[in-house]
């Protein structure tokens, strides 16, 4: 394939050796350095684009490749507000779109064990439950999109369940939790690539699971992954399409 890297950071570097690794080749790349350069032309030479860059950005990048009928996968997070309106404009468009709040594919095991535990769980109204998350300092939204997913799918399964709030640590919060809201703890700490915690406490014990990412790499490999499969459909697909889960 072809690849159009939109946000040539980090990720973007990892990316594009996974690319390479695999035999694909990089077209373009784009950087905080050369935004001009993200037009419909040169759009139009990748047969597929990954979009890691950052979540003021992401929705004008989709937008560019729905404009060059250009598939795209896209890693950032923090656009998901806009989620149903960008559906729309991809299907009505005859363009392809796959989304996820992380690649990795342990973590995409996490999500399906997380909402078989929590299914287990919605029996067992002693256990209160939280979800901690920590990343880098550099990390720009809060919570992460992996920890939305996660605590999505733990309301998803468990009655007793229906919100979930958000304290980045360090900062002021005043609220107070509810019986119905389900806690996500955010910290932020130098040099960790992920950790995502969900807890279930009871007076007599606790059960932890948990997801730790050693590096980015793990992201990156299943970014390519997701392109390679993406070539060649039309929809609207989240990361979780691309698993067999029964």
């Known amino acids: ?63 560019a490749c729905f404009d060059a009928n250009v598939p795209v996968v896209v890693g950032t997070t923090g ?33 399906h064990i997380n909402k078989v535990m929590a299914k287990l769980m919605n029996d067992y109204p002693a256990y209160e439950v939280q979800v901690e998350e920590i990343h880098h300092t550099q990390k720009l939204d809060s919570p992460s999109g992996t920890a939305m997913t996660i605590a999505e799918g733990i309301i998803e399964q468990m009655d007793r369940k229906t919100e979930w709030v958000n304290e980045l640590v360090g ?25 995502h915690t969900v807890l279930y406490s009871s007076e007599v014990d606790e059960i932890e699971l948990k997801h730790t990412a050693h590096n980015r790499a793990g992201f990156a490999l299943g970014a390519v992954v997701a392109a390679e499969w993406l070539q060649n459909k039309q929809g609207f697909y989240n990361i979780a399409d691309i698993f067999n889960f029964k």
């Open 79 to 111: 656009w998901y507000g806009q989620l149903q309106e960008v559906k729309n404009e991809c299907l009505s468009r005859n363009n392809s779109l796959l989304y996820g709040s992380n690649f990795s594919i342990g973590v995409n095991l996490f999500f």
């Open 171 to 195: 900062t002021q919060f005043d609220d107070i939790v509810k019986k119905d809201q389900l806690l996500i703890e955010s910290l932020r700490i130098e040099n960790v690539p992920g950790t």
């Open 1 to 63: 394939m072809k690849i159009a890297l939109l946000g040539y950071g980090k990720m973007g570097q990892i990316i594009e050796r996974f690319a390479l690794e695999r035999g694909h080749e990089v077209v373009l790349k784009i950087s905080i350095d050369n935004t001009e350069d993200l037009t419909t032309s040169n759009l139009a030479k990748a047969d597929v684009a990954i979009d890691f860059s950052a979540p003021d950005a992401a929705l004008s990048n989709i937008y």
